[in-house]
């Protein structure tokens, strides 16, 4: 079931209501309730899948029960490795399995041998990066003495499970969700007034400009070789705008639908592209899993202490690996790398942490300097995306160098023109500018609009919000997938 | 104390739920008045629907089946009385549907015309981009098949700012989505749009008819 479509919106108040007038007294019904919702939101998508996602709920808490049982090291880390080789078997199977079997026979072959690769034909079960790294920080939190095995399963299934963060997080860890789980929770009016406005948000970052901007990004990449470097440099323009906002957007909504449920899940995003250095991106891109890697990977591998070469290492091992959970593709790996060779300087030279709170705080303009070096943070973003968007290695490098080079030719500055005129228009630049203004007024807010019209008077703020849903419905129709359902 | 507390949360839900309630209803009403207007845009749909209705029991020759089928032959030739209840891309599990609905009602039919393609055997509106023409038989025919809300709903299959486009030009220029003739062949007099098919026209099929053709989304 998709956020964004007229099911969800269905489902959504159906589960509301019995959530808070039929079980609000009773916190173990309200668990029932939320485990049995997110399975049939998760059965809606394909129910054969469900299957999978109950067998490593099952074995997470399984082993988290006999590792906080076990009596000597030695079993414990047996249950603890079963668990980690288990969780990452599926994973490896169903997602990078084909990818290594077609990447062996290329490189034999170019040795002179030629193997027929057997892969298998199965689609990825959705969520399944996202709920296995759920599990995984459950069982590495519990190995490390961090938490102690939650022992009502319905509680720990919960928090697998959760229907908001169940395909496309954030991934949470058990530190933070699970005691929200186990407390009682009352029904909160800001709070939920202020989930809706979230929600609202995520709504008019996926429908009017993710989907717009996909339409032109596909367009571009799809037939790049029929476009100008100009062209070629809008397309990268909205994709960089399209992954920002269908990824964030669909993290605002489920932030925003579990704070009607009482619960605060983890901030995913924090206005990225305004950020001045690529280690502040970082810090404000798809931070549930950055944090994750930073806290299961890069501190266990030694993070930045030791020498120069371990810093090194430890960089690209992180980036790379976080490309690669993107998915089984060189493109993600390439995106990756390339992430790692912008942050390197910084690390190397102690400049890593320079920019801790969001650009301009207290203040309505960025200086010169603050602008400059968001507006060169946001050039490497976008020449990082072409990979990350590429269907093949081969076609990112392409794609760069006609789009580098043909920004040289300037006859081909007409073609460029005549084709925005043709097939995009000034609509998406207005709607992109309009966006980009009000998360430019909300950047030390939680998300763009949660202060906005606050202090209006009500019929104002009314409008106001009657207007951003009139915009999501005008540029509404057939509903449009996610593109992190896909990792 | 414990009694205090839960009056105060119930009411702090209603408070809630009955203030969004009333923030929606006019989104609400817009909407369904929407899907109204759109309903009452004549189409081919709701033509054959009403035509099938009042004269059933006169049609000797029946056709059915996609546009082949309604671009190739004129009914207007035939010397039995004919009707075409063919529609774009139509398949043969609807043409049986239709049959069924009207099987009591064709009392002088004589001939039944159906078109075998080499997709015909296998491909469904809901295997692929021809999803969205479910609704139009729910909708005008009343054959319902498969359940998803999209399939009831004019507005939810299409894109909003082309429904209110739809709107608009009917009530303004009496454009409607009636394409078909009186005994529901469809016409094309447009060269453009026949030289296009000629050049594109077999890919596009190949396309539209593939079953799963989901997975060509750069065709």
Known sequence: MLFNSINFLI????????????????????????????????????????????????????????????????????????????????????????????????????????????????????????????????????????????????????????????????????????????????????????????????????????????????????????????????????????????????????????????????????????????AEFWRRWHISLSSWFRDYLYIPLGGS?????????????IFIVSGF????????????????????????????????????????????????????????????????????????????????????????????????????????????LLFMLIEWIGREQQFAIEKIGLKWKRPVRLLFYYAIILTIIWFSGKEQQFIYFQF | MIYIQNLQLGYSIKKWTIKLFFFLLPLFIFLVTIELILRNIPNDYSYKRKYLDENAEKIEVLFLGNSHVSYDINPAFIQLRSFKASHGSQTIDYDYMLIEKYSTRFKNLKYLVIPIDYFTLFTRFSDGWEENRIKNYNIYYGMHQGFKISYYFEILNNKFSANISRIIRFYTNSISHKYCKNLGNSFNDNYPIQKEMIDNGSFRAFVQHSINNKKFPQA
């Open chain 1, 305 to 317: 202490k030791g020498g120069t070469w371990k810093k090194i290492r430890n960089t690209f091992i």
């Open chain 1, 325 to 432: 959970w993107h998915g089984a593709n060189w493109t993600f790996i390439a995106w990756g790398t390339l992430n790692a060779i912008y942050f390197l300087p910084l690390l190397l030279t102690n400049n890593n942490r320079n920019n801790l709170e969001i650009v301009a705080k207290g203040r309505k303009l960025p200086t010169f300097k603050e602008s400059i070096s968001m507006l060169s943070t946001f050039a490497l973003t976008v020449l990082a995306w072409v990979f990350f968007r590429s269907d093949n290695f081969t076609n990112a490098l392409l794609f760069l160098k006609n789009l580098l080079t043909g920004l040289f030719i300037k006859k081909s500055y007409i073609s460029s023109i005549v084709f925005f005129n043709k097939h995009i228009g000034f609509s998406i630049v207005f709607f992109l």
């Open chain 1, 11 to 278: 489902f959504l108040p159906i589960v509301f209501f019995l959530y808070w007038f039929i079980v609000q007294k009773n916190l173990k019904g309200q668990n029932i309730l939320l485990l049995v919702a997110s399975y049939f939101f998760y059965a809606c998508w394909d129910w054969r899948f469900l299957f999978l996602l109950i067998f490593s709920t099952l074995l997470d808490y399984f082993t988290g029960l006999k590792m906080s049982q076990a009596e000597n090291q030695k079993v414990k880390k047996f249950w603890f490795w079963l668990s980690i080789i288990v969780n990452l078997g599926f994973l490896g199977t169903f997602k990078y399995y084909n990818f290594f079997a077609a990447s062996f026979a290329t490189a034999i072959s170019n040795i002179g041998f030629h193997v027929n690769p057997w892969t298998i034909n199965v689609i990825l079960p959705v969520g399944i990066s996202f709920y296995t790294f759920h599990g995984l920080s459950y069982v590495i939190d519990i190995y490390n003495d961090r938490i102690k095995a939650e022992k009502n399963f319905i509680d720990y299934s919960v928090f697998v499970s959760f229907f908001p963060l169940l395909v496309a997080g954030p991934i949470e860890r058990a530190t933070h969700l699970l005691p929200q789980i186990q407390q009682k929770r009352e029904f909160n009016y800001s709070k939920a007034v202020n989930g809706l406005r979230q929600i609202l948000w995520g709504f008019f970052k996926k429908v009017v400009i993710a989907d717009q901007c996909a339409e032109y990004a596909n367009m571009i990449f799809n037939n790049q070789a029929g476009h100008s470097g100009l062209s070629l440099l809008m397309g990268a323009l909205f994709f960089t705008f399209q992954i920002y906002c269908d990824f964030s957007g669909y993290s605002d909504i489920a932030l925003g639908t579990a704070k009607l449920f009482g619960i605060d899940l983890l901030r995913n995003f924090a206005f990225p592209y305004f950020s001045r250095d690529i």
